[in-house]
């Protein structure tokens, strides 16, 4: 079956401390990647794909096919960091994502 | 440009009801996608629509139904509402296929009572 878990639904660090936000699939062909952001009062807004290899706002991503994960790291958390982060899946041919649970961040002061 | 556009932002209605949702894509965007969220849940897909063809649906029943018009806006339409249907309805747009990500409205409250 197709899926995208994402352990944790909230996580708290301090600012400047390293986030690693989890995310894992199952997909059997290879998959098109994304991680989305929410935040407050916001409307979901795409952060980075990992087709595109880029960073943004000090996130980045790394396709590791063998673990089949897609976590989304920054070094040094920020407050504004603050948000629901979803990881969603596009199996190829298809048109559809496939969104995990979200995991809330915290960045604590 | 005003983004992604969904009416109304919240909504009523009574079970066994028919409900539209309608949205307006970015311009010059010709897909279209529906998900359905539910409180504490990632978004599920619901339809998608490229050039007012229907080109995905997801596993919802055939109460749902949408459609996509010449000018690249799109309904969402549930017939015979039922109680777990009350959800955040959530509207995306791109260029083309969801290789190059969407771009999401605010969304559609439904509250079925």
């Known amino acids: 079956a197709q899926r995208v878990t994402q352990p944790e639904k909230l996580l708290s660090v301090f600012k400047g401390a390293p986030v690693e936000l989890k995310c894992n699939y199952s997909y059997s062909g290879s998959p098109e990647l994304f991680w989305y952001v929410q935040y407050s009062r916001q409307r979901l807004q795409l952060l980075l794909r990992h087709i595109s290899r880029e960073s943004i706002k000090g996130f980045t991503a790394d396709l590791n096919k063998g673990e089949t994960s897609f976590h989304l790291k920054k070094p040094f958390a920020q407050e504004e960091d603050s948000a629901m982060y979803y990881c969603a899946l596009t199996p190829s041919g298809t048109y559809k994502y496939i969104f995990g649970t979200g995991t809330r961040l915290k960045v604590l002061a | 440009d005003a983004g992604v556009t969904q009416s109304p932002t919240h909504l009523i209605k009574t079970r066994g009801q028919h409900v539209t949702l309608r949205c307006s894509p970015i311009?010059?965007?010709?897909?279209v996608s529906w998900y359905q969220q539910v409180l504490g849940q990632g978004p599920q897909f619901i339809f998608q629509y490229y050039e007012k063809e229907e080109r995905g649906r997801g596993n919802f029943p055939d109460r749902f139904s949408a459609r996509q018009f010449p000018n690249y806006s799109s309904e969402l339409n549930v017939n015979a509402l039922l109680l777990g249907d009350s959800a955040l309805y959530l509207c995306?747009?791109?260029?083309?296929?969801?290789?190059?990500?969407?771009?999401f409205g605010s969304g559609t409250r439904l509250t079925v009572v």
């Open positions: 995306a747009s791109s260029l083309r296929t969801s290789t190059y990500g969407y771009t």
């Open positions: 311009s010059g965007h010709k897909s």
